[in-house]
Structure formats: C-alpha cells, structure tokens
C-alpha cells in the first residue's frame, strides 16, 4: 500500500453536499428577494406623497382640462371635439393677447439672457462698487410684487417722476402705461425683476468652468472673445438653457404686474394671454379657457422641446 492514500468520503456524505450548497443557494436568494420586497415597499412609500399630489393638483386637473376642451360645456358635457378650439383661434381677443405675448417673450427673454450674462461677466472682474452694483439688481427679489409696481407707478404715471423731468426739457407729459411706450415699461420692469436672478446663477456657472483650460487658452494666445465663445460659451450652456427656460416661464406670469398697474383691460399693446384667460375665469367660460390652456401647453413643450435639442448639440462635449 502506498503512504499517501487518499480518505474516501461514504457515499451519502458526498451526495448531501450538493444538496446544501442548493439548499444555501435557496435561501440567500430568499432572503435576497424579501430585501429587494422590502426596499421596493419603503421606496414607494417615500415617493407616495409626492406621486399622489402630483396626480391630484397637476395630472388629474389637466385630464380634466382636456376634457373641458373638448365638450360645448361641463353641465351638458356633450362631445364638440375640436369645434373650441376652432373658436378660440377666430378669436380676435385671443389673436391679439398671442401676438403682443408672443412680441413680448421674443424681445424680453433674450434681453434677460444676455444681459444677465453680461452683468455676471462684469462683475467677475475686480470693480469698484461691485457689491453696490450687484445688490441694485438683487433688490427686486426682496421687494413684494405690489412694492415694485408703486414704484412704476410713481416714475410712468401721467404725473410721475419722469414726467417732472422732462418738463425741464420741454417734452410734454405722457401717460407712459397707457401709451405706445407701455410695452417698453412693462419690458424694463421684467428686466429689472428677473436680472438679479439670473446674474447669480451666471456668476456661479462661470466660477465652475475649470481653470486649467482657462490657463491652456491664455498660453495659447487665444483673445478674450476666442476664449469666451469657444470655452466659457460651452461649459454654460446648460445654465443658458435652465435660464432661458426660466425667463420664458417668467414672461408669461408678467400677468401681475401689468394687472395691478392697468387691471382687466390694459392698453392693447400689453393685453396678453394671462389676461384673456383671466377674463375667460372671470366669465365662466370653461371650455375657451381650456382650450387656450391646451394650446399654451403645446407651444410651451415645442419651445422647450427645441431648447433641450440645442443644448446636446451645443453642450454635450463638455459634460461629465
């Protein structure tokens, strides 16, 4: 015999091996599963609340809202289809609002942008009275809406402080609000209520964008526009479109403003749709209004729609 025989297991100790690795397979898979069960029920848990007001004060209403649009009135409900929304676009009220909104969205949104940016890349550099600078277009955000529209008052009223100093120049007095000039007002005041925000967003984004590359640019020569249109423009497009975004969204809820300055009806150049809508609420007229909510919506998912496609194209090789 040799010395080194091999110890042979019995034949019931070597099958039940098997047997209890699958065995221990089972229930770490059992307890695997009731884990997984577990973390899946206190998830939903969390995300409940939330997912249940979301449905009541946002998903369900719209249902509602579509469905609205789509009868001749919410007692009768019976079935129109598109017979509203036919209406409200031969709607002369409804043109109108469309038209000075959109006017107004197209001169002020960009301003916001621009400008915004701007002020953050001044403010960046090392100037005097910087901190005074930046706290005059902060100010808005601390002020209440009724505060900053008694202000507009008392500089574009028919006998304002605007007014006073032109008389010394021999211009004559001018209802500014109720003018050909109102659109420019209400324009200024957006500017002067959006800009502050904007600025520190911009300012935040820039101080961000990495100082390396920054360092290569300038060792390479590159001009300060080079460096600002083919580098800083990159790293803040995703900023650019959160702010457009924004000041789109605050365009359509200058509603306020215009509303304590001119009520119902201001001059024609600054009715917009908040306040054919407004006025449409006050008339219970449910299914125009729901119909012009429905094709805001659209516009509104087209615009955004068009800004989230040039942000990946502009944006997407700086990001990770």
């Known amino acids: 015999m040799s010395k080194k025989q091999k110890i042979r297991q019995p034949k019931a100790q070597r099958e039940s091996k098997p047997m209890l690795q699958k065995k221990d397979q089972t229930n770490v898979h059992i307890k695997t599963t009731r884990r997984t069960r577990k973390l899946k029920l206190s998830s939903g848990a969390f995300i409940a ?4 007001g979301v449905m009541m004060f946002f998903i369900i209403p719209f249902m509602v809202v579509i469905y609205y649009s789509l009868v001749d009135n919410p007692i009768s409900g019976n079935f129109v289809f598109l017979d509203n929304f036919r209406n ?35 403010l960046e550099a ?14 808005p955000m601390m002020v209440p809406v009724a505060s900053i529209v008694l202000i507009w008052q008392v500089i574009f009223h028919y006998n304002g402080a605007l007014n006073e ?5 021999g211009v004559g007095k001018i209802d500014w609000i109720k003018s050909d000039y109102a659109l420019i007002m209400v324009v200024i005041l957006f500017l002067w209520k959006n800009l502050g925000y904007n600025m520190i967003l911009f300012m935040a984004a820039l101080a961000s964008i990495p100082k390396d590359i920054l360092e290569v640019a300038k060792l390479e020569s590159a001009t300060p526009l080079q460096t600002f249109f083919h580098i800083k423009i990159r790293y803040l497009s995703s900023t650019i479109l959160f702010v457009t975004i924004m000041s789109l969204i605050n365009s359509f809820k200058v509603f306020r403003e215009v509303y304590l300055l001119t009520g119902n009806y201001p001059y024609d150049s600054i009715y917009t749709l908040q306040h054919f809508m407004n006025n449409k609420f006050g008339t219970l007229d449910y299914q125009t209004l729901s119909a ?3 094709l805001m919506a659209l516009v509104m998912i087209v615009i955004i729609g068009i800004l989230f496609i040039a942000e990946n194209r502009f944006g997407k090789d700086v990001e990770g």
């Open 49 to 52: 609340p939330s997912f249940i």
């Open 88 to 122: 409200i676009i031969a709607n002369s009220a409804f043109r109108r609002a469309v038209n000075n909104t959109f006017v107004f969205s197209v001169v002020s949104v960009p301003l916001a942008v621009v400008l915004s940016l701007l002020l953050a890349i001044v």
């Open 126 to 139: 090392k100037l005097p009275f910087r901190s005074q600078f930046r706290t005059f277009f902060l100010s």
């Open 165 to 169: 100093v032109l008389a010394n120049f």
């Open 292 to 294: 012009a909510a429905i």
